[in-house]
């Protein structure tokens, strides 16, 4: 369920990153574009929307675990440098 509510929390940011920028970043399938997405302003900016979606749906305790547990999941599982987790846990 989980999974289900952040894969509509990102969408949801793609679609806002597109109607704030003007920029299409998606393709017709929904997916990103290859040059977007990862470790640049797209990224920033999902996970900034979806903190704050979360924040405002649940609270700031609950956008906060969930955001924090969602990196050190990914630090664990792509065993990935430290860098770029920390500057998604600076932008949640």
Known sequence: MINTILAQYEQE????????TGTIIRKPDGSLKNEYGH????????HAYVSAVMTYDSNKFVAY?????????????????????NMDLWNN
């Open 39 to 46: 470790n640049d302003a797209v990224d920033a900016y999902r």
């Open 65 to 85: 675990i969930l955001g924090t547990a969602h990196e050190i999941k990914g630090g664990i599982i792509w065993k990935s440098t430290c860098w770029p987790e």
């Open 13 to 20: 940011a793609y679609a806002s990153y597109e109607n704030v």
